[in-house]
Every structure is written in structure tokens, then in C-alpha cells.
């Protein structure tokens, strides 16, 4: 299928930005070992794009410009593990338990991270989410005004009238499995800070659920209503609405029928689904029937970027998960 000329543009427009930026940003891959991986990584870097840090002794065609890390090697290992001591020792782990973990590559490109010596990482080639999630829980930490964590796609669909010319943020199809109304609003303001940060656009914020504005009566269509509650008293600057179904949010002839006098319905750009259910599906269904390009998840509510691959990745797919992980870092 055709790749969706809204994403040749949108990346097209991302790469132009990162090529600009006089500082590049270091970007570790903890699977530096895999083929994809290194092929993604000396793209960026011929590109001029990112500088990329591999983790583990990569093999065949690397760009002179990829840097290489052994975290066994690194004259750093006994600091990062002090770090990791501090941040576990709470739990009763020692030292010694701590140099061991550090070796981990995820955890010991979370530790870069932390430390300021890498900008962001990109990990999940050939591990678990969960794997790549607590390796960047364990070091890198949370956000103290976003206590959710929560996952991110940047959506590049056919459809140029919806969105930003096609492009949505769509969250949350990796981590929340039934959010609260208080972790929907978490993951809503997130949500609208990655689609400025990262798609370069003002946040137009649908709630989304089977119901407009009360056309179904249920606690599910509730949750969603008051999450839209707390946002609007946290985050009063934030154009967001809710409850909306999916159409009335991105069409705006419908939006205008359904909820008459909403200045988001027909008009967003980045939706919320109540659960990780529907999100995940969805993400799926556009991406495979709807031939959509789908990037990510970018984990959101942490320090610093950290982001997740699909194991059946392609060194495209990673390519552009680590363009979107350095405009996160420059955001």
C-alpha cells in the first residue's frame, strides 16, 4: 500500500528541523546488535540527523559516524550503578547487585539517559514493552506533575481532512489498560504536550467514547466527562472536549450535528480513547486496513524521552521512532 503523502510531509518537514539543529541529539539503542537497529542508526547518522549510540558490538555495513558503547567496557559502569543503588537501595539491592543490573543494555541506556550523556533512547526491537518500560522507569523516573504513565502513536493517515493534514496523536494503546478519569486527564495532558512538541501543532484534544454529549447514558461515557472535568480545571489553557465519538471528533459536517457549538469537535487532532483496548485496536485497524504509517509508542510522563518498538519492526519504523524520540529530547 502507498505510504500517505501526509507522512512523506510530516517527516519530510522533521528531518529539515533535525538537519537544522547546530547540537545533534545522542539517541542510544540498546539493541545495537540487530541488523534493523544498526541500519536505522547510520541512516540518522549519514543523514546528519541524530547522533546515534549502539549498544554491544555491532557487525557489517556501520557509518564511521555511529558511535559504539559496551556497557561491560564503559569507564561509567561503577557511576551508573551508584546511581541505580540510590535511586533501588530502598528495596534492600546492593552495590554489586546494581553493577550487575547496569549491564543490562536497556537499563544501562536508561542510565545514559539519566545521566545527561545520551538525550533519549529507543529500545523494544527485540524485547518486551514491559522489559522497555521498567528499564526506563528504573532509571530515568517520572515527571512529578504527570504521575501516569502512558504511550503515545503519531498516526500519518490517507485522510489529509483530518488532523493536521492527516496526522494524529492517538494515545493510549500501550500502557493504561482502564485508566481512571484522574490517570485519562494525566494521559490527555501528555498527550496534548507531545502533539506541540512533536507535531509541531496546537493541541485540539477529543475524549473519545461511544457517546456525544450525552447521547448514551453509562459509566464509561461518565469516566470520560469527568476526565474532561479535570483537565479543564488543571489545565484551563488546553482546547479539549469530551465525550465525543471518533467521527463527530474528526468530521466536522458530523461534528457540527452531533455537538452543536463544540470548538474541538470535527477539528482534533489528537484523541484520547478511554481505555488501552480501543486504542491499541484502532491503532491497528488504520495502520492495516487503512494503510496509515504508525510510529511508535512514545512513552510519555517520564523525564527524558524514552520510546518502544514493535518486535516485528522494520529499520524504517525505527528510523522514524528515532527522528520523533530527538524532537522529543528538543522539546
Do not use: W
Request: hydrophobic letters at 40%; aromatic letters at 4%.
Amino acid at each position: 500500500m502507498q505510504v500517505p503523502d501526509s507522512a512523506q510531509e510530516y517527516f519530510g518537514r522533521q528531518t529539515e528541523k533535525l538537519r537544522r539543529q547546530l547540537k545533534k541529539k545522542r539517541i542510544v539503542f540498546p539493541e545495537g546488535e540487530d541488523p534493523r537497529v544498526i541500519e536505522a542508526a547510520s541512516r540518522l547518522c549519514r543523514e546528519e540527523l541524530v547522533i546515534p549510540i549502539l549498544m554491544g558490538r555491532p557487525k557489517g555495513n556501520i557509518a564511521s559516524c555511529v558511535v559504539v558503547e559496551q556497557p561491560e567496557n564503559n569507564p561509567k559502569l561503577k557511576e551508573y550503578a551508584a546511581i541505580l543503588h540510590d535511586r533501588r537501595k530502598s528495596r534492600g539491592i546492593t552495590m554489586a547487585e546494581c553493577e550487575k543490573i547496569a549491564l543490562n543494555p536497556l537499563v544501562f541506556a536508561g542510565l545514559m539517559v539519566h545521566s545527561g550523556d545520551g538525550d533519549g533512547f529507543v529500545g523494544g526491537a527485540a524485547t518486551t514493552t514491559a522489559d522497555t518500560f521498567r528499564a526506563a522507569h528504573m532509571t530515568i523516573g517520572m515527571r512529578h506533575d504527570i504521575k501516569t504513565a502512558s504511550g503515545v502513536m503519531i498516526v500519518c493517515t490517507h485522510a489529509k481532512e483530518c488532523g493536521e493534514n492527516g496526522v494524529l496523536a492517538m494515545a493510549d494503546p500501550a500502557l493504561m489498560i482502564d485508566p481512571t478519569p484522574t490517570q485519562l486527564a494525566d494521559i490527555a495532558i501528555a498527550t496534548a504536550e507531545t502533539t506541540r512538541n512533536v507535531i509541531g501543532v496546537e493541541p485540539i484534544v477529543a475524549l473519545l467514547s461511544f457517546s456525544t454529549k450525552g447521547s448514551a447514558k453509562h459509566p464509561l461515557a461518565e469516566k470520560v466527562k469527568e476526565a474532561r472535568r479535570i483537565v479543564e480545571a488543571r489545565r484551563p489553557d488546553l482546547h479539549i472536549d469530551g465525550e465525543l465519538q471518533a467521527d463527530a471528533a474528526l468530521i466536522l459536517s458530523i461534528g457540527q450535528s452531533k455537538a452543536p457549538g463544540s470548538t474541538v469537535a470535527g477539528k482534533a487532532n489528537t484523541l484520547i480513547f478511554p481505555d488501552v483496548g480501543s486504542a491499541n485496536i484502532s491503532v491497528k485497524l488504520v495502520e492495516r486496513l487503512g494503510g496509515a504509517i504508525c510510529t511508535g509508542p512514545l512513552f510519555q510522563g517520564f523525564l527524558k524521552p524514552a520510546n518502544d518498538l514493535s518486535r516485528g519492526c522494520t529499520g524504517e519504523d525505527i528510523y522514524r521512532l528515532g527522528i520523533l524520540t530527538a524532537l522529543q529530547a528538543g522539546a
